[in-house]
């Protein structure tokens, strides 16, 4: 099967921070598709983009997104697929704004927050949930971890 | 003149705490709509009424929220008119998580932030921008100053 | 398809703010399987039921904690499941120990992180990841949302 | 009609961190009078200022200050026009204490709050405050949106 | 010689908190004049009494205040008397507020900040700067300590 | 009369954080005798020293010390003599554990805290102190007031 | 062999939050001799007692302390026996200022610090420590433990 | 008698903050050996080490890591001896993050939490726990204080 799962990011500035997502999924034969568009400054591209990304057979979006960092919030509002968001530091908060503005979502649109700049583990858990249904990607999964056990 | 304020929460239960928004705008004779509309649980209501609100004849945008407090930079995202938000307290992350998410909006789309559960300050401050042009405002102000004074 | 979602938590403690997890993965007709374990005082116990779950027919893991809450890290080691964690508080460190120590996990083992005490969010996030394979759930989803907007 | 809004700080090393707000209000054509006072060192030349800056024909004040940032408030506790106030970095709290110090204002004298650092904001929420009479700068503001879509 | 130091306060509220600064000055033989009077609704008046606290007899001045607290900070701008500053708690942000408020003055403007709500260390920290020329002073400071050690 | 201060630091490296504390002293004829001593590495250096400090003819102390700052809490506990503590930046918990290991003094024992690195307002505190029955040092704080004026 | 194992608190108030320090050293067979003395009001008493503790038989000191908590701090600094520091919550800065307090100690003077109000542990550490050598206190670490299981 | 202690990290880039370590345990004749392990990228090597550690002859052992530093905590799950953690800083939530993960632990499961960074100290409490039944090594720990007073 093939897989496709948007990357977005509300600036250009943010492209080095989340590019291990796009890097990892592609490791998994994954499409990843990145996109810049805003929750504050082009809020209903975020919300047609989400809106419809199910049909266009996306089947997860992963969010990064600094400060008040709305951008993964807005996904999950607007769609029921899986929304990972990746809280990215650079303010003078530095991360805990990000971090809180993410992971601290009211009942019943959640979502999934990893660490502060954890872009690349954004990718994982999306390959995650996945593989629950697909053997490949769990071979794959496991080996990827076999590769970073420390040494 | 007549004035309008849209007094917005996400939560019927955060009545109790935005209820002196409503109450201080009416004292100022400002017609305040308090209505129940969520970021997160109904952000199409959010957008479509922001987006008209100007052309509905309101002048200002009150919003509280908790939590990852998205509403008041929802509603800043899909209008130019003042919007004024109001952190709430509740969750275990007690205000820091709702005054990061208010407060650290990224360049181009502000939202004047006032203190956690200061719901009364968010009307006094849309009073004051509508009484830079409206002396009789000005008056009612000094009034309700000269009645604060501590004694 | 049958679904089954393990949600463990370190204390018999914990089971009240946990609760939300299994009542809401029952609702869509997923079998919730509620353990106590601790990833420090029963931690043979995790690694064995961890690394076995997807064998044993888990499509994923809900771990709640608090304090240094390892529990969900201590899951997301030993298995290639998705792992969603949840903060919880109690502590004098309100949330803040248990959040930081659930979400800031390192490269390559990631943790789905929702709120503190966001129990409920934790299996509507499960119930996201199985509908990305089950339009089943999606109307299920949609139909829940509608419920939850705010009025 | 002309606009004319004071830009406060308390100390000359500010002005680069400043800079936008005046840079972003003489775009809009609204004159930006740069003042340097301090609400700690000068607090009289405040007082004095900010008391008669109605009626020396100002709409509005920005201040940005940082540590145990007064300005804002101290303006506001001297003038009903509205207080706009920029948290500024650069102490070894970094940016936290000029935050809650102007943000957590007690019920009466409200502080417009922007971001830490954010004083280009601050000026945007000026223009916001003068567009809800004024057209013109409603289309001014519209303009500037829709430039700042990131792509 | 006959001492006299204030004690002043933003709220009627914070009365309770600030009591054991009187209680304690008067056990001292110290007279402790408390007066309500606030940094941002009664400005003038802690402007002009603090600068004329000298000539008026005071020896030092005590200011209590909670979440962005700017009474001591406000009445140190207007005397070289020395001002201790007692950080109240009470806010949802509870203490770190009006703590970093408090003390995280900018060069020049000293207040000798006490711990939150520590307001007998603030008639305490008043008494052994008036001990530094009372030997009488001194005496019952040791005696006061003497009686304080735990058993 | 002849004034003499002590100040004191945990650590050579200090030194830099710690010199406008001297310098400031010197400004107004006022004896700054600097010491290295630690509450941890030479508690018994710092408990004979600062019991003696008194009959030595010292009127104040002034302790600067990082991360857990327990030099002028160690200093406050063996004198009656004003202990002004300086919180120093420097870990990785920047100043936030200096701070509050400095100013969350208990009930008896005050240490009058200054801004994290505010050393120079370390000093113009223990000038004031000394001013109360110094005429000339209030007109030596005024002038140099007058030259901190920003412009 | 007996032990024999200091527990020290500065205030009687502690005396409730310590109690478990003192009945898990007892289920061990150890000796727990409770004293009140407070690094602040009777700092003599507490480098008199610890500095002899080795000689008197002691083979670790465990101390509990609120706010800025030096307790555990200054017995370190007047003795190379194991210091375990138990960090109390109940101010308004709850449990962050007593934890860094404690935790940040310079180079060459650790204490081992225990979670907030984690007495219970503090005992357990210090019978882990005894352990080393006595492989009778192993085998009842190994059955409090299996007790421990959570069910 | 010969000493052994386990000096583990989660990284080898955790390397040049954990040399204090072994460089300090080696000064008092002490066998440090080092070892790279994960918590979370190869925990079945860490629970498989230190279960064996006690057996194999360490007599404690300390672990470094960042952000949910998990290391200390899962060692400690898995031992009866004593496990020191040294919280590592690095991320964005520069060292919050791992003095929370690592200090926080529930009943029943101590960690000997040292300062940020702290790999010396963590060395030296080793030290201090052997030297309760060693003469010797109480004589070289005093000799080493002595160096370290400050001068």
Same mark, same amino acid.
């Given at each position: 099967m093939d897989y496709r799962v948007a990357v977005l990011m509300g600036? #250009?500035?943010d492209s080095d921070k989340m590019a291990p997502a796009a890097t990892t999924l592609e490791r998994y034969g994954i499409e990843a598709d990145v996109r810049i568009m805003s929750a504050h400054r082009s809020p209903d591209l975020v919300s047609e983009f989400v809106s419809g990304a199910r049909a266009a057979g996306y089947q997860a979006i992963i969010c990064g997104a600094g400060m008040a960092a709305h951008l993964a919030g807005a996904a999950a509002a607007h769609t029921t697929l899986p929304v990972v968001g990746v809280p990215l530091s650079g303010s003078a908060i530095n991360g805990w704004d990000s971090l809180l503005a993410t992971v601290q979502? #009211?009942?019943g649109i959640p979502v999934a927050t990893v660490a502060v700049d954890g872009s690349m583990n954004a990718a994982l858990l999306v390959v995650q949930m996945l593989a629950v249904f697909d053997s490949n990607l769990v071979l794959q999964l496991e080996e990827h971890r076999a590769e970073m056990v420390p040494k």
């Open positions: 600036s #250009p500035t979502m #009211p009942k």
